[in-house]
């Protein structure tokens, strides 16, 4: 099976922050990716320079056989993204909201409308077509930004905490949503998510970054087997330690890579 991913010795330095430390890893055509990690160790600022929108201090990434760095829309064409914060236009119905990307990728109009109502209809939103999504609850706006997302026929899907704040429920039905997805047209799936028992249910494969160094991969059950535990929020507790990462550090850790970047 070849590689969708690989990336080799990638490090991303803001002057004196060093927030991504010479990590290697790939991924897999066709499979779904877990990168776990507690706050501030480096998931978010990895996935930026994945999908272009940081550029790397040094090391390689190829996505789809493209560099970000000299192929960006190459790149951009391959892959679709949630972002760990909401991006859709809340002043735009569900539909507008699709139709937009749709123009900004270049869909050819017939297909793009062809496959808004075919994904409309596969997260359940089709009846909300035209309805406002500043109507719309945490989870129909998370549903909508997965449709959104696939709208182009990505090879590579990345969601960036993409369950976060979702009650039980919402969470399950969009992983059975994603899970489906990449089961019946074998798209890529890359997510992060501070939910381990997501990981350990829908990953075929994990990576556990801290500190700006990845420190483990494999599959759940090598990490539960190296680290001599039960489940995988067990074993990602032995690498990672049990102080409490607050949101308080990680503010700290983003503060000092702001202030670096304005030096």
Do not use: C
């Amino acid at each position: 099976m070849d590689n969708i991913i690989t990336v080799k010795n990638l490090t991303k330095k803001f002057k004196d922050f060093k927030a991504v430390d010479k990590i290697s890893f790939t991924v897999a055509r066709g499979e779904i990716f877990a990168f776990l990690g507690p706050n501030g160790a480096g998931k978010t600022t990895t996935i930026k320079m994945l999908t272009t929108l940081l550029k790397p201090t040094s090391g390689q990434i190829l996505i789809n056989g493209s560099d970000p760095l000299t192929e960006q829309d190459k790149v951009r064409r391959s892959f679709g993204i949630v972002f760990q914060d909401p991006s859709l236009d809340d002043d735009l119905t569900a539909w507008e909201n699709l139709e937009f990307h749709g123009v900004l990728y270049g869909v050819p109009v017939d297909l793009r409308r062809k496959r808004a109502e075919e994904l409309l209809k596969i997260v359940e939103l089709w009846d909300r077509k035209n309805d406002l999504v500043k109507t719309f609850s945490g989870g129909m706006k998370r549903r909508l930004e997965i449709a959104r997302g696939l709208l182009h026929h990505p090879k590579v899907f990345f969601l960036d905490e993409p369950t976060l704040g979702l009650d039980p429920q919402t969470r399950k039905h969009i992983w059975d949503y994603i899970f489906n997805l990449n089961q019946k047209e074998q798209i890529t799936v890359f997510f992060t998510t501070h939910y381990i028992e997501e990981a350990e249910k829908i990953a075929q494969k994990v990576a556990v970054i801290d500190h700006g160094k990845i420190i483990i991969q494999g599959t759940s059950a090598q990490l539960k087997k190296q680290t001599k535990k039960n489940s995988l929020e067990e074993a990602f507790l032995e690498l990672t330690g049990h102080a409490i990462r607050s949101e308080k550090a990680n503010k700290i850790d983003q503060m000092r890579m702001h202030r670096s970047l304005r030096r």
